[in-house]
């Protein structure tokens, strides 16, 4: 959550579809790093994510264009070796941790583009198989932080160290904005088990409608809660295994042609799937899915307990810490206690932050509030005005800022180190 309040973070997807890149090289090996490839297709993708995010046209600029495309393909053979390492350290992520930031993401670029629909047409994909992409990004993101953490994350800094960088840098360390130290007590709304019934009760009735003989590609048309695939009577075309979520899959895989099946449960919802044909080890299938929604009823519900518990705290009869890691959802709680550390008041990505953050006074807590992310509230602990910096008033934030200095050299020396060790070859365009 801390990185987010900064920026929400733009993961990188494996799809590349837009027309405004056709003309570009989208096929063929950029590099190879060890055994693993790049393709033009993943760099071209992120330019592509870099002209959306910053609402720039790059074909009008060609050698913006060959910049961009140079220094990403650096950056993705750069990410290929931390993976080659942190697949020798096996190091995994957690599947949790990565499903939360995976729909944080994705509910953070469907506000972008202002609906499934467009991030569905801007990708020429469905929400499934784009979920799907973006959860392996997600995922070596993780494994790349926890790999750095491991071989850097123990590092330790002297005071001369810190003296020596307060030095050198002394003349360029602006002077300290205005600053707030929060805390924020987050929960997510998720359907209720009313919203769940109502769910199941919808796709038990369409289970019932097909099993009297209806039509399925009708029925998709008609009912399915998948804007990607309900035009098409929810065909999902070939599929092979790993593309969709493990339950649907494993459903689909089991499945005769022709037959369908019983009702499915996944992070999206309920589904019917029917096999279509199979081609080898792939299969083509179509599916009508219910999605779990949270309601309106299941957002009050959400509210209420943020301010019940807002009123403990404030009534001396719960701290604030403690009630974090007891309702948090933030998937930092259990480390931060809901603290989110000092910011610049101009520095908030999520505005809405910066709105409760201009309100409050030391030790006021909010009203509850929502951004992309469920509901918070939000603790103002210290609030700090505008001065210039000095080792005596700010040694911690210098330090800090010392030993992560020390740490990306240290960071980016090793990664010299590793192109020496692994073989990297890098291709040129025909």
Avoid: C
């Avoid at 599916?287 to 209420?304: F, S």
């Amino acid at each position: 959550m801390k990185n987010l309040i900064y920026t929400a973070l733009l993961i990188i997807l494996p799809i590349f579809s837009n027309s405004l890149w056709a003309q570009q090289k989208v096929d063929g090996i950029a590099a190879i790093v060890g055994n693993e490839i790049i393709l033009f297709s993943e760099v071209n993708a992120i330019v592509a994510q870099y002209a959306l995010q910053n609402k720039i046209n790059i074909m009008e600029n060609p050698k913006l264009y060959e910049d961009l495309s140079q220094k990403i393909l650096q950056d993705l053979i750069n990410e290929k070796l931390l993976l080659i390492k942190a697949d020798e350290d096996t190091i995994k992520a957690d599947e949790e941790r990565v499903d939360q930031a995976l729909d944080q993401q994705l509910n953070y670029m469907i506000e972008q583009v202002g609906s499934v629909e467009s991030l569905e047409s801007y990708y020429n994909a469905p929400i499934a198989k784009i979920k799907k992409d973006f959860r392996k990004q997600v995922e070596n993101r993780f494994r790349i932080d926890m790999l750095r953490q491991k071989r850097f994350g123990n590092m330790k800094i002297s005071r001369r160290e810190v003296e020596e960088f307060y030095e050198q840098y002394q003349d360029s360390i602006p002077t300290l904005q205005p600053a707030v130290d929060l805390s924020h007590i987050l929960i997510e709304v998720t359907p209720s088990e009313e919203s769940r019934q109502e769910a199941y009760l919808k796709i038990q009735k369409i289970k019932e409608i097909l099993d009297q003989g209806g039509d399925f590609t009708e029925i998709a048309k008609e009912y399915s809660d998948d804007p990607g695939s309900k035009g098409r009577g929810g065909d999902l075309g070939l599929i092979s295994r790993g593309d969709l979520v493990k339950e649907f899959e494993e459903a689909a895989f089991a499945l005769s042609e022709g037959e369908y099946s019983e009702i499915v449960r996944s992070v999206f919802g309920y589904h019917i799937i029917q096999l279509i044909e199979r081609q080898g080890e792939k299969i083509h299938v179509r599916h009508i899915l219910i999605q779990l929604k949270p309601t309106e009823k299941d957002a009050q519900i959400v509210i209420q307990k943020l301010n019940d518990i807002r009123q403990q705290i404030l009534d001396s009869t719960a701290a604030f810490e403690d009630m974090a890691l007891k309702y948090s959802d933030d998937p930092n709680v259990k480390e931060d206690k809901g603290n989110l550390g000092t910011y610049r008041m101009d520095s908030f990505q999520i505005k809405e932050f910066e709105t409760i953050a201009r309100r409050l006074e030391p030790n006021q807590i909010s009203e509850p509030f929502r951004t992309d992310f469920g509901y918070h509230i939000v603790k103002l602990n210290k609030k700090t005005e505008s001065r210039e910096v000095s080792l005596e008033k700010d040694w911690a934030q210098i330090e800090q800022a010392a030993l992560q200095s020390k740490r990306e050299k240290e960071f980016y020396n090793w990664i010299s180190s590793l192109k020496q060790e692994i073989p990297i070859e890098v291709k040129t365009e025909s």
